[in-house]
DNA sequence: TCTTGACTTACACTATACTCTAAGTAATAT
DNA sequence: ATATTACTTAGAGTATAGTGTAAGTCAAGA
């Protein structure tokens, strides 16, 4: 597979694909030509890549675990610690957003409520 | 309460007061002097603000918000609206979140069992 | 053979959200 | 009176994460 394949395929731009390499979250095999080859794994990566983006991952520390993933299963309860953490922050991040919906919610309420007795007032 | 008070009453610093106000999502009341003067609305309304910035609104979408809300009562049902949308948001990055934990935990059970075979081989 | 399209590199530019500096003013403590 | 501290402004600098451009290479089809 290559670059513009790969970018169609785990909807990510060739731009990104192409940065994250050269930040050394990706290490991809070249063919004769020197263009970039993706696989199977490669693409399970990437497509991990952005799941750990997505939760507030920042790159340097994708780049981190990254590596340690390059390095292979010696490496592995180091990788572990990284996701225990990292989900340790995931449950945190769930919480905040759970009270944030609370707030949301009487704000809301509140908002609704006062509109409310505007519309009464001006009914008398 | 001066802008050194607030900064540390609400737990932002000097420098990002000062550039909400340039960015048009605070309005301060000045003293003789020229300095800003906060007050309790101020204080309530700042962490507001925080709240919508750390559950991801941008600082433009805050920025229209904080316009209508200095507008005053008229512009009610617009805000209302505004949360009633970002209310939205929550609850989809919530579902995000969930999601991505089960992932997650999925990824550390195949950490965990794939150390497993590996100390049983080296037990062998 | 020529052209088209997908690729390559290095580097410049953008957006978002701060964060800090420089130069100056005003109020307060010694 | 003077030194210190807290403030003021405008504007520069930083971090993060892309996004785009310019110049050139390579391979495959007409």
Redesign the interface.
């Known amino acids: 597979m290559r670059i513009g394949e790969m970018a169609k395929a785990a909807e990510i731009s060739e731009y990104t694909l192409r940065y994250y390499e050269k930040k050394g979250l990706i290490q991809v095999r070249r063919d004769d030509a020197g263009r970039r080859c993706y696989d199977e794994s490669d693409m399970e990566w990437i497509k ?1 890549i952005k ?1 750990l983006k ?2 507030g991952m920042l790159l340097k520390d994708i780049k981190e675990y990254s590596r340690l993933r390059y390095e292979g ?1 010696a490496t ?2 180091e ?2 610690q990284m ?2 953490k ?2 340790e922050y ?2 945190e ?2 919480k ?3 009270e ?2 609370g ?3 009487d ?2 309420a509140f ?2 409520d ?2 409310d007795r ?1 519309e009464k007032i001006k009914g008398t």
């Open positions: 991990f799941r997505d939760t299963n592995m309860q990788r572990l996701l225990e990292h989900r995931v449950t991040q769930q905040k957003w759970a944030y919906l707030n949301l919610d704000k809301i908002y609704k006062s509109m505007i």
